[in-house]
């Protein structure tokens, strides 16, 4: 089974930005959709941002226009990234990406002054 691995998430200032990666073990489908979540302590994991097979891609409510997925254009690299700007205390949460029917083991971000 495919594996994912996540990095990038640290602890950043409130207004600062960081940008997550998560690098796949193998060769993904294009029929996959690729998707960042996140969950916070005592709170449900949510979907921030995705990447359908085909259509557009979709932000949550609380992150649009903050918040950016994008896939490597290097194809070869079986990466996608979430850059995350203007960070806010509500966005600290463990961050996990989702690809090919597997998770990655999170990243933490932690945003706080």
């Known amino acids: 089974q495919v594996q994912l691995v996540e990095s990038g998430g640290g602890l950043v200032q409130p207004g600062g930005s960081l940008r997550l990666s998560c690098v796949a073990s193998?060769?993904?489908?294009?029929?996959?959709?690729m998707g960042w979540y996140r969950q916070a302590p005592g709170k449900q994991r949510e979907r921030v941002a995705f990447i359908p097979s085909r259509g557009e891609t979709n932000y949550a409510d609380s992150v649009k226009g903050r918040f950016t997925i994008s896939r490597d254009r290097d194809l070869s690299k079986n990466t996608f990234y979430l850059q995350m700007d203007n960070l806010k205390p509500e966005d600290t949460a463990v961050y996990y990406c989702?690809?090919?029917?597997?998770w990655g083991q999170g990243t933490q971000v932690t945003v706080s002054s």
């Open positions: 989702h690809w090919g029917g597997a």
């Open positions: 193998e060769n993904i489908s294009p029929l996959y959709a």
